[in-house]
C-alpha cells in the first residue's frame, strides 16, 4: 500500500515539543486494512470506501466547500451518505446528492425529518447511542458536544442534537468521524465501548475543539491513528497538525495522518 501525498508518520519516541518536519512520502503511514480507502474532501467531508469497494460519504459539504478541489465536486457512485449535525457546513449538498445518487442517508432524527419534507425518505433516521445498518456496515452514533440547527438559508430551523459516528466495517476495521466537538470525558466510554482504531478529530478551534483539546481526545479514546480535520478552510478555524502533534507528543506510538484536501489513503 502506498503511502499519501502528505502525511506526518513515524512519530514515535518523539519528545515533547518537537518539531515536525517537512511532510514527505517517506514517512511512514499507518496501512489501511486491504481494499480501503479514505479521502478528504476538505474540511469534515469524507469519501470512504470499504473493504469491498462500498463507498460512503461523511457529511456532504462539497460544491460550496472552498477547500474541495473541484474533480472531486462529482462525488460520483455513493452507497450511503452519513450524517454528524445539520450545519451548513456539514450538509449543503445533502439534498441534492441523496437525489442524484439515491444513496440511503443516515442521520439523527430530526434531520431525517427534515429530509421527508425535502423529498429524501430514503433514511435511517436514529439516535445517540443506537446502532444501524447501512450498505454492508453498522454505524453507531455517539455524542458530540456542539449546536445542532439546520441553517440553510436566513432561518436557523432546529435539526436535532449533533453526533459522532462509528462506522464498523466486514472487517472488523472502525473509523470514527467525531463530527463537530468539543472534547469530553465520555470519550473514554467511546473506547472502552467501540474501541475505534482510527479517529477523525476536528483541530481547527474556533467551533470545535483546537489541538490542546483534541490531543486529550486522543488520549480519552485511545488511538493510535489520527486524521485531523475542520480546520484550514476559513481563517477562524486555525488549529493545525503541526499544533496537535505537538500537543499530543506525550501518546507514545500516535500517528498523525495530515493529508490534504483532495488526498486518499489507502
Ligand atoms: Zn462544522
Known amino acids: 500500500m502506498k503511502a499519501a501525498e502528505r502525511c506526518f508518520g513515524g512519530m514515535k ?5 518537537t518539531k515536525i518536519g517537512k511532510p514527505s512520502k517517506e514517512d511512514t503511514v499507518a496501512q489501511l486494512p486491504d481494499g480501503m480507502k479514505i479521502t478528504w474532501l476538505g474540511h469534515a467531508t469524507f469519501i470512504v470506501q470499504g473493504p469491498d469497494g462500498k463507498r460512503y460519504l461523511i457529511d456532504p459539504f462539497v460544491d460550496s466547500n472552498p477547500a474541495c478541489p473541484g474533480d472531486l465536486k462529482d462525488v460520483g457512485k455513493l ?3 452519513l450524517v454528524t449535525h445539520g450545519h451548513a457546513d456539514h450538509i449543503a449538498d445533502l439534498v441534492p446528492i441523496a437525489k442524484k445518487t439515491g444513496a440511503p442517508v443516515l442521520c439523527i ?3 431525517g425529518a427534515w429530509l421527508a419534507g425535502q423529498g429524501v425518505d430514503n433514511v435511517i433516521a436514529m439516535n445517540k447511542g443506537g446502532s444501524a445498518q447501512i450498505a454492508g456496515i453498522t454505524v453507531h452514533m455517539t455524542q458530540a458536544i456542539h449546536s445542532g440547527g439546520i441553517n440553510l438559508g436566513d432561518e436557523i430551523i432546529y435539526g436535532g442534537e449533533p453526533s459522532g459516528l462509528v462506522l464498523e466495517f466486514s472487517n472488523g476495521f472502525k473509523l470514527y468521524h467525531a463530527g463537530d466537538t468539543a472534547v469530553f470525558g465520555d470519550m473514554a466510554l467511546i473506547a472502552k465501548l467501540l474501541a475505534p482504531d482510527w479517529a477523525m478529530l476536528p483541530i481547527g478551534d474556533f467551533y470545535t475543539m483546537g489541538p490542546r483539546s483534541a490531543a486529550e481526545a486522543i488520549r480519552l479514546l485511545g488511538v493510535k491513528t489520527v486524521i485531523p480535520m475542520h480546520y484550514g478552510t476559513f481563517p477562524v478555524l486555525s ?3 503541526e499544533q496537535l502533534a505537538d500537543e499530543a507528543a506525550d501518546v507514545s506510538g500516535l500517528e498523525i495522518v495530515a493529508i ?3 488526498d486518499s489513503i489507502g
Do not use: M, Y
Open 260 to 262: 490534504g484536501p483532495g
Open 109 to 111: 432524527v430530526e434531520i
Open 79 to 81: 452507497d450511503a451518505i
Open 13 to 17: 519516541g518523539r519528545e515533547p515539543g
Open 239 to 241: 488549529g493545525t497538525p
